[in-house]
């Protein structure tokens, strides 16, 4: 119940730096074409909406770019906690659901304004 919802609302740059470094690595692997690890993080079952993020095998380009994609995404939310204002849309100011930014950590946008 609560305590686990309160400890990631606490803690939102633990979670973006953990995604960083792991998405980092892949990317990394990938271009120097080491074999990926699987990875001691499980976030992936934890991506669902609307990502296409696939943290299972990284073979091609299309996967790099898309990591490297999906690292921008997650150092502007880390840049967001820096400036305290992780967790408000950046389109209408209100507070992100919190489901939501368990879903999707670096989401910079409400639903309704997604
Ligand atoms: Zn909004």
């Known amino acids: 119940m609560g305590a686990a919802d309160n400890e990631f609302v606490g803690e939102p740059g633990e979670v973006l730096r953990a995604l960083h470094d792991d998405l980092e690595a ?4 990938l271009r120097t074409g080491a074999t990926v690890p699987s ?16 943290i ?5 380009v299309a996967i790099h770019d898309q990591i ?14 820096d400036e305290g204002t992780y967790g408000a ?3 209408c100011g209100k507070p992100i659901a919190r489901e ?3 879903a999707i950590p670096w989401a910079a946008t409400c639903v309704a304004c997604a």
């Open 26 to 29: 892949r990317a990394a692997a």
């Open 56 to 60: 299972e095998r990284f073979a091609d």
């Open 89 to 91: 849309c950046q389109v």
């Open 39 to 54: 990875g001691g993080i499980s976030f992936g079952k934890r991506v669902g909406e609307g990502t296409s993020i696939a």
């Open 100 to 102: 939501r930014l368990e």
């Open 68 to 81: 490297v994609g999906q690292l921008a995404l997650v150092d502007a939310a880390l840049a967001r906690v």
